[in-house]
């Protein structure tokens, strides 16, 4: 199979689409394409040899190579994509006969409730053009395939498939214990891509009112982001900018999540949150907002409102307050099942392929 697989992602900046099309490219020994080469991110796992970048110059011409760079995949060969507008375009290749293989695309975000206006139009008409083409849609939620069904009427609900998204418990376990932040202070921690919909902002203010209680402890922030500068001002407006941490990517962030008092998710809406899982595995005190379907039934974590400061200082006041014996255990045999090799399978299963 590893022969006629290519699994293809927009860059090599490692979000969270980028790190589960990652884990499918290992675990399936295959080729992975880059259709961008950004390089901010180290490429794990995977022999070098079977990783290429289409090009450092913008998407747009990305897109414009993509047919070409993929001349020697058209036939026999199944292609794994993630982000909308890939995943369509490559559906459009299918539709005018240039791609003859399966095409399995992965939804990265709940397109119709995150966007508005033209944005949202833009992607409606992507998704009408190419995604009648695919052969499965890969959902990380029931909430996700239903919201995608809703608002795409034309696709057929056989073809959409709700597959959790995968963590690989013995990686993270491992990179948790390569290294130990210099943090001396206590300290709860978050992680992600600073933009608003990441809640981060509301996490500052909710942190404001428990450091009162708690001036010792600091809040660290991992990931960078266009809200890099109003994160600052805000903690600084608050009065808590000596508390707050602003660290920037981490390569490597499972060693600031397994040595945080406790680990939090405060976004407003996602698709699924890939940290929440890693978080999960080398933390068992974990607060996240209920921003995607799923989290609802994750065991014994906290669980808060979307976009509610004060019930996410409750909830974090709640997991200070935690007593965690045990709580590993049950979060690890919750993951277990989402290991890469399960996930592959499950994406590749009652496809004809031959």
């Not at 996700?144 to 608002?151: D, P």
């Not at 948790?176 to 981060?200: Q, V």
């Amino acid at each position: 199979m590893k022969d006629r697989l290519l699994v293809i992602s927009l860059s090599d900046h490692m979000g969270g689409a980028e790190q589960c099309l990652r884990l499918i490219a290992a675990e399936a020994g295959c080729h992975l394409m880059f259709l961008k080469r950004s390089g901010s991110n180290s490429i794990q796992d995977i022999d070098v040899k079977k990783v290429s970048y289409m090009t450092t110059l913008p998407l747009i011409c990305a897109f414009a190579l993509l047919p070409f760079c993929l001349y020697k995949y058209r036939k026999q060969f199944t292609i794994i994509s993630s982000h909308s507008y890939l995943n369509a375009v490559l559906g459009v290749l299918r539709r005018i006969g240039y791609l003859k293989g399966t095409l399995i695309a992965r939804e990265s975000t709940s397109i119709f409730t995150r966007y508005k206006g033209i944005k949202r139009a833009s992607y409606k008409l992507a998704y009408w053009l190419g995604y009648p083409a695919l052969g499965r849609i890969i959902c990380q939620s029931e909430l996700m395939s239903a919201q995608l069904l809703k608002n795409n009427s034309y696709l057929s609900s056989a073809n959409v498939k709700v597959i959790p998204n995968p963590i690989d418990l013995v990686k993270a376990k491992n990179n948790a214990d390569l290294e130990r932040p210099h943090i001396t202070d206590e300290y709860i921690c978050a992680a992600g891509r600073l933009i608003s919909i990441k809640g981060f902002g509301m996490l500052i203010e909710a942190f404001s009112l428990l450091v009162i209680e708690r001036p010792y402890m600091k809040l660290v922030i991992l990931g960078s982001g266009p809200s890099y500068d109003h994160l600052i001002l805000l903690a600084e407006q608050l009065g808590i900018a000596q508390s707050v941490l602003l660290l920037g990517h981490k390569e490597n962030p499972y060693p600031y999540f397994k040595y945080a008092r406790l680990c939090v998710v405060p976004s407003i809406m996602e698709g699924f949150p890939n940290v929440l899982l890693q978080m999960m595995a080398v933390n068992p005190n974990v607060v996240s907002t209920l921003c995607a379907g799923g989290i609802a039934e994750i065991p014994l974590i906290v669980k808060v409102k979307t976009n509610d400061v004060q019930d996410l200082y409750k909830g974090l006041l709640t997991a200070l307050g935690n007593i965690t014996t045990g709580a590993a255990t049950v979060l690890e045999n919750y993951l277990a099942p989402r290991n890469p090799k399960s996930y592959l399978k499950e994406v590749l299963a009652g496809l004809d392929l031959e």
